[in-house]
């Protein structure tokens, strides 16, 4: 595997001393200086969280890190959106919790189980519902029903 540098880009880079028990680099293009290893991509944790349905245990031993780093990595990527391939849906909505402030309000097609839609929450309001399912309208969905939890106001939407 060939070292690239972090912020160029150039497979120009040569060893240059340590920090910390880590292997710092410096690019001969650039100049800059960066840490060896591995970086995990923040997108490829909110899928593994999303998709794979992985606990943040689970994902915080998958990258090597501590618990927190992986729900900070979480709260950092506010919104993630993915066009389905299929237009009709009977939506299903509903928000878990993780703690009395760190929620995922998530909209996921109850016929064939792909989130079509989420977002970080701090409190689950009836607006938040609406805002997903505009933005599902505005997509093109066609929402033939919605299953929700008992939460009080929801009927009027």
């Not at 001393?17 to 001969?28: A, T």
């Not at 402030?101 to 309001?125: C, P, Q, S």
């Amino acid at each position: 595997m060939l070292k690239k540098c972090f912020f160029c880009g150039s497979p120009d880079v040569v060893r240059n001393g340590v920090r910390g028990r880590k292997q710092l680099y410096k690019c001969k293009d650039c100049g800059r200086q960066f840490l060896g290893g591995r970086r995990r991509d923040k997108s490829q944790v909110i899928t593994d969280y999303v998709e794979g349905k992985q606990t943040l245990k689970q994902l915080a031993v998958k990258y090597g890190v501590n618990e927190r780093t992986i729900r900070r990595d979480l709260e950092g990527m506010r919104y993630v959106y993915k066009i389905a391939r299929y237009k009709t849906v009977t939506i299903q909505m509903d928000t878990t919790y993780w703690g009395r402030g760190f929620g995922l309000m998530v909209i996921r097609d109850a016929l064939r189980g792909n989130v079509l839609w989420h977002k970080y929450v701090h409190h689950e309001t009836i607006a938040q519902y609406v805002e997903g399912v505009e933005w599902l309208k505005s997509q093109g969905f066609r929402i033939y029903g919605v299953v929700i939890d008992g939460m009080k106001g929801s009927r009027s939407t």
